[in-house]
């Protein structure tokens, strides 16, 4: 998701207003060149002064990820309609506890999407997350939804409703897992470039930097370590 701001739509019948107001109080006016440059004036600057009161607003769209595989676009296009789902639950539950579990899915959710468009051959790993996890978790929230908007709330409505809020924080865990997973090459290839970093910055004297076989006792004995008699 990203954030795209849209302006408001009173700007544009302001700045009309302007050119509507001259034509019907100064008719003439707009017949030559010059009142139709101060109108144009008028009608820019009107709008540009609305803009204080009439700021628009900031609203999330949904990128396009596209990996190139047909199939897996689909599945992906599938999935990003489950977490506009879930986020859909989100809205309609009064629960705090639910709702913010589900913030946490929805966010892990797009992090895998959108590394998956960015490496599709990280699908293995998210396979059953696509699959199972977040359809079921779909379906648990629809569940919920129904069984919250049940007139009678007997015993056994009660204790579905509970289960599943008792377990959507443990969903939530697995979906940050799910998405963790796909950053473990990232770890390794950070820990690579920040020792390349490092033995580049002593080799230049810019800082004093220990390999591990420099750490006392571990390629050289310390006093004593061979033993002897003396």
């Not at 540009?48 to 990820?65: A, C, N, T, W, Y």
């Not at 509970?162 to 443990?170: A, N, R």
Request: glycine share 10%; hydrophobic share 45%.
């Amino acid at each position: 998701m990203k954030q795209v701001h849209v302006k408001s739509a009173l700007l544009i019948y302001i700045a009309a207003a302007v050119w509507l107001l001259a034509g019907l109080i100064f008719p003439r006016f707009l017949l030559g060149l010059p009142g139709l440059l101060v109108t144009a004036a008028l009608s820019a600057a009107a709008g540009l002064l609305s803009r204080r009161f009439f700021p628009g607003r900031d609203i999330e769209v949904e990128e396009k990820i596209a990996t190139g595989d047909a199939r897996l676009d689909e599945e992906i296009a599938q999935g990003r309609a489950r977490l506009g789902a879930l986020r859909e639950a989100n809205e309609a539950i009064d629960n705090p506890q639910i709702s913010a579990a589900l913030d946490r899915m929805t966010r892990a959710g797009e992090q895998i999407f959108h590394e998956l468009g960015r490496d599709p051959k990280k699908y293995a790993l998210v396979r059953r997350f696509m699959s199972y996890y977040l359809p079921t978790t779909e379906k648990l929230m629809d569940t919920y939804r129904r069984l919250m908007g049940a007139q009678a709330q007997g015993e056994n409505i009660r204790s579905a409703m509970g289960t599943i809020e008792g377990s959507v924080d443990m969903v939530a865990d697995a979906f940050e897992k799910c998405a963790d997973k796909l950053f473990a090459d990232a770890e390794m290839d950070v820990d690579a470039e920040i020792r390349v970093l490092k033995t580049m910055l002593a080799g230049d004297d810019l800082i004093r930097y220990e390999s591990p076989s420099d750490q006392p006792g571990e390629a050289q004995g310390t006093p004593g370590a061979m033993g002897g008699n003396g």
